[in-house]
């Protein structure tokens, strides 16, 4: 299966069997649906963090902030569910160092990294959890230098001990 294929298949789009109202909504509608329902809405940018739990948006754009809330509790407020954000490619971020995505692609393992350096946790910790494919956790050990290349050591891990 190509990029193209599984982002349309765990995107919502043709193929996902995904049928529900609000499948596959731009992240556009739900950024401005979270602004009216009272959420923070953080632009992001080089050198600017998401807050601490939040829903970071395809293209790292933008972040909505939980508050108090847990993501699922927001998802629904938005007229969606949690599941169908991550797999319409929103990044669960539920700690400074501990995030949930449908795949952990090079573009999204990027994207972490950015936010990582924005907020001072430049080479810390970091756990990821894959929820599309073959669900799991990733643990990068505190050290790393390149996410990228830690990323791709533990992939290679994760393939040896599953064969």
């Known amino acids: 299966m190509n990029l193209a294929v599984a982002i349309s298949l765990y995107g919502g789009g043709p193929g996902s069997g995904c049928t ?7 992240p556009l509608d739900l950024i401005r649906e979270a602004e009216r329902q009272g959420f923070r809405v953080k632009e992001l940018g ?6 601490r739990a939040s829903w970071i948006a395809p293209g790292r ?8 809330q847990e993501h699922s509790q927001v998802a629904t407020k938005l007229g969606t569910d949690w599941r169908q954000m991550i797999r319409d490619g929103w990044v669960r971020k539920v700690d400074h160092n501990t995030f949930e ?3 952990i692609t090079p573009e999204v393992v990027s994207k972490i990294e950015d936010d990582m350096i924005a907020g ?6 970091l756990i990821m959890d894959q929820s599309v494919g073959r669900p799991g956790s990733l643990y990068i050990p505190e050290g790393w230098e390149n996410l990228g290349k830690a ?3 533990q992939l290679e891990f994760w393939k040896k001990k599953a064969a």
């Open 151 to 153: 990323v791709d050591k």
């Open 46 to 51: 080089s050198g600017v963090r998401s807050p």
């Open 101 to 103: 995505v449908a795949a």
């Open 61 to 68: 754009t933008h972040a909505i902030d939980n508050g108090d």
């Open 120 to 125: 001072g946790y430049y080479g810390k910790q």
């Open 20 to 26: 529900g109202p609000n499948c596959g909504r731009k």
